[in-house]
């Protein structure tokens, strides 16, 4: 059953008014005027009438043909009321922006009154600490280490500075757990897989960690496995918070669990999966912002699938907006069973977190084959035969997905490696990506 959002007032005036600004303003959409169906159509229907893009037509109109004309953006990039920044990943996934700093500070305090937690906190000006990978934002040392104070900058602590969590060692770790009790931050923003590793570590040597008033998950997905390793040894309210440099932010987590829609400052249309891949609650996010003046972004595809809760409401008391289980992982992630069916990294991870002695996780599809790599638990040496009985339950978890036993292989390794960008790629296939059949048009 598709959900049926309601949306607070001003959202189609919002809508409409980028719409419009797009259509008329913005040398990108220039194309755009002959799919638009009028102003005498419903906002809804004219959005899924319009094409989409996509971080390829980001780079190729560049950041000055989103910028609407009749805005003087080299004053104000001059003025400092906007400055350019960089996107992080490879050379093909960078992506220059023009960077508002007030739209951002704006959509993260909208974000907040989606979670009792932060919605009661003093925030703003607090203190906090960011446990991701420095490529993503922080102090990078190539070589060696940085002191505590040459991490902190202004209120933030930057409690990592090398590019892959694979290079810690159990000084780096415990260094992490310390700066913690020393800063005591208000909030804890991590990439979940890194405070995932954190986690595991106090657990396992029993070590006390101090608990900010709320963790919040950026830069990743977490997914099931993740969250039950960060429990291990964190009691604090954890909060996804999921946005993006181009289009702020998107989606904040409840107390309930479930993932409510920025919707004063986005606007999100969906494109669900084809009904013979048997998925209805799934499709791909479509995002709109609302209350940029300084870069016009309608429709844009930023790659990631959602799952929308099918209640469509929530006991939190939120409800205006999209309202959603879960981010399922990304559409390039997918991996496909062995008749084709898309099989989304959330699916994977529910199907292995069961399975207790595993840390890590990575699902490579290739040439029709499924190698699964598995990192253990830290404090778990597998004998031959307890191996054997984690490739069963892990082929087991696995079947229902990819449809064959025997063209998954279950390896054990000793880690996991990042990407590039320093974030982790849990499922990776050969078979490229083909959007076009894989979604319905206008959701
Ligand atoms: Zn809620």
Redesign the pocket.
Known sequence: MKQQPHFPPDYQILSTRALETALHKVPAYQSWSKFDQGAAVPIAKRFNALPKIDKKDLREHSWRGFVPNDLDIDKALESGLVEMVNTSGTTQERVTNIWYQQWWNESEAASWL??KHTAALPLGNHREAILTSPLNTGVLAQNGFLPMTERMLGRFLYLNEKANPGSWDDKIIRRIIDELSIFQPIVLEANPSYLAKVARFAHQHNLPVFQPPAIIFTYENPGVLTRRQIRQAFSAPLISSYGATEAGYVLM????????QVSSSCRIDIEYLRPEYGQPNLGRLLLTTLTNPWRSLIRFDVGDLVEIDTTGA??????DGY?FRQIAGRSANLTYSVNGLPITTAAVEEAIADCSEVAEYQVIQKSGRYDVRIVPAEDIVLSSAQQKHVREQIIEGLYPLYRSKDKIAVHFVDEIQTEPSGKYRRTISDIELATDSLFLKGG
């Open positions: 989606y979670n987590e409840c107390a309930e669990g479930k993932l409510h929530c006991p939190c008391g939120c409800n309202i």
